[in-house]
């Protein structure tokens, strides 16, 4: 005999209430957190009206990880925070657009750098300063 509490917490293959859990924290993904980024778009989001739906009225928004916070002590203690920090490295890679992808899967001309091309100033600069030869043969 099953209890009250043992039935509602049975939700396997109750599509709707998966799905509800995924997607619940789903964020911006970083193209389009890209997006937002540029001048224009960030302006807006930095000046935006109160809205009470919103916390903190929509006052107190991170565009890196797109948060609202409460106050503005909350949203400067995300700054310093490590999930704030990891996004922020994740920005810094350059953004995979719709070339790439193409490119990647054989429908475009992919060129890839030679080996030689690849040493770069600095390399050579290293290597000869830990007395390595840095000629190349060819």
């Given at each position: 005999m099953m209890g009250r509490y043992r039935r509602s917490r049975m939700h396997k293959n109750i599509k709707d209430i998966k799905k509800k859990h995924r997607t619940r924290r789903r964020t911006k993904d970083l193209d389009q957190i890209h997006e937002d980024l540029r001048p224009e778009k960030a302006e807006k989001l930095h000046q935006q009206e109160v809205n009470h739906d919103l916390?903190?009225?929509?006052?107190?928004?991170?565009?890196?990880?797109?948060?609202?916070?409460?106050?503005?002590?909350?949203?400067?203690?995300?700054?310093?925070?490590?999930?704030?920090?990891?996004?922020?490295?994740?920005?810094?890679e350059p953004v995979y657009t719709q070339k790439e992808a193409d490119m990647a899967a054989g429908m475009g001309s992919y060129v890839l750098q030679s080996p030689d091309a690849a040493l770069t100033d600095v390399d050579m600069d290293r290597q000869q300063s830990s007395g390595k030869d840095c000629s190349v043969v060819k």
């Open positions: 916390p903190g009225g929509g006052q107190h928004y991170c565009i890196h990880c797109a948060r609202y916070f409460i106050d503005e002590k909350s949203l400067k203690d995300h700054f310093k925070s490590k999930p704030h920090k990891r996004r922020l490295q994740a920005l810094k």
